[in-house]
């Protein structure tokens, strides 16, 4: 199992690429950019996941949960 530094770590990347592969659908719709804003939603929705992942990790060790 990945520590949760790693997970956070993974999110902020996917996150970062996820919007840096939204960016073209913002200049113009056209249908090669609809792959990109697919592609890009999948990351931050991994992202999303991944973060949650970690921070239901550290409330676990920590005791909260």
Do not use: H, Q
């Not at 931050?44 to 990790?57: N, Q």
């Amino acid at each position: 199992m990945p520590s949760s530094d790693k997970l956070t770590r993974a999110a902020v990347v996917l996150c970062v690429v996820g919007l840096l592969l939204l960016l073209p659908i913002l200049s113009a719709v056209r249908a090669s950019f609809v792959g990109f804003y697919m592609l890009g939603s999948l990351l931050l929705l991994l992202s999303i996941t991944l973060y949650v992942v970690a921070v239901v990790r550290e409330l676990r060790r920590g005791g909260a949960l």
